[in-house]
């Protein structure tokens, strides 16, 4: 007897993509590939390859390659390793609910795991039907759109498609704005609240990009109110910030460092910091935020700073991805 029976449906996990090492090399291989996405910078071409190649990549390796290595964790790059970690954490999550193996794939849009491995690793299975998940709670054209248009790359060649559904976005979805919540209330718990000001800081993307129609900052803002009314937080008591920002035009604001710096300037006793849109940990939450921004907090006269950790693979989150899942599948 054979033991092919396809799987109903498989899901696809997708995040950004990370360096395959901590090196000035491995990290220059993978800008070279992220930076040169006209999704993420949409600069003419000509003209940017020669910044891209004639400067950024040419200083920036060295340095982010040491950030990197900051925050490097025994599994690798955090953002890798908590990926995995979500995956196997929703098959299993999925085989409890459903009483059947749902496969659940990873691939990053830049880098390794790619779509492309991916592919091959469906056919294997013979999946018939997949449910995308960029783990992106935003959408932006920078990042969600970014993966559908290397999903559709890897499919330009095969000849046999699954039936495909995609989730756009997940903002303010129930079950996310609980369990941010939930993150938020254990964390005062266990430092005892002693937060004067809860900060949303959110990965940042040039304003104008937002000018031309990214629906990335309302959305932004979207999650951010729904997670103040969950924890019944009155107006002074949380702020919206954009963080990473890069090149020289203006980035969506307020900016998180200048409020930083503000807010330490201002003696703020008691600042916990939550990142919403980022869905795992990664350099630009574990270095940026945890050891950058609280030293401009800290420097410039602020106490008491916390950051909360991503959601990774909290068992709510899993639940959340779970929900987000059996919700897009109906009728498979
Ligand atoms: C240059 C333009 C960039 C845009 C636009 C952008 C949007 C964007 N990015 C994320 C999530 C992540 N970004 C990460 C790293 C990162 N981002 C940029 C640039 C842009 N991002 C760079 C150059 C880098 C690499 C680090 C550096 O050189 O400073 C990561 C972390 C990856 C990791 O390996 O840990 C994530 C995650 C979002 C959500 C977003 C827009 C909504
Ligand atoms: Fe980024
Ligand atoms: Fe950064």
């Known amino acids: 007897m054979s033991s092919t029976k396809k799987p109903p449906f498989a899901v696809l996990l997708v995040n950004l993509g990370t360096p395959d090492a901590p090196t000035p090399s491995a990290v220059k291989k993978y800008l070279a590939e992220f930076l040169w996405d006209r999704r993420v910078v949409d600069v003419a071409r000509p003209l940017w390859w020669l910044i891209l190649h004639g400067i950024i990549l040419r200083f920036r390796p060295g340095r982010v390659a040491k950030n990197y290595q900051q925050v490097l964790t025994d599994e690798g790059s955090p953002l890798l390793a908590i990926s995995k970690q979500q995956r196997a954490g929703l098959e299993a999550k999925l085989e409890e609910t459903l009483g ?99 900060i949303m800081s959110f990965h940042g993307i040039p304003q104008r990009y937002t000018t031309k129609g990214d629906p990335y900052e309302r959305q932004c803002h979207a999650t951010a109110n729904a997670l103040a009314k969950e924890l019944n937080l009155a107006d002074g008591e949380w702020k919206l910030t954009f963080q990473s920002r890069f090149g020289r035009e203006p980035w969506l604001q307020p900016y998180t460092d200048e409020t930083m710096k503000a807010l330490g300037a201002a003696k703020t006793q008691g600042l916990s910091v939550i990142c919403p849109g980022f869905s795992a940990d990664c350099l630009e939450t574990l270095e940026e935020i945890e050891d950058e921004n609280r030293e401009y907090f800290e420097q410039a006269g602020g106490t008491g700073f916390t950051y909360i950790p991503a959601l990774n693979s909290r068992p709510e989150h899993i639940q959340m991805m779970q929900e987000l899942v059996i919700q897009h599948t109906q009728g498979w």
Not at 108 to 134: H, I
Not at 144 to 154: H, P, Q
Not at 173 to 185: G, K
């Open 100 to 198: 059947e193996k749902i496969p659940v794939l990873l691939a990053m849009t830049y880098g390794s795991p790619s779509m492309e491995d991916v592919g091959r690793e469906m056919r294997q299975l013979g999946v018939e039907k997949l449910v995308v998940l960029p783990m992106y709670p935003q959408f932006s054209s920078s990042t969600t759109a970014a993966a559908f248009d290397r999903l559709a790359a890897s499919l330009k060649k095969c000849p046999h498609w699954p039936e495909l559904r995609f989730i756009r976005d997940y903002a303010t979805y129930p079950a996310y704005i609980r369990a941010l919540a939930e993150s938020v209330r254990q964390s005062w718990q266990s430092q005892g609240k002693n937060s004067e000001q809860l």
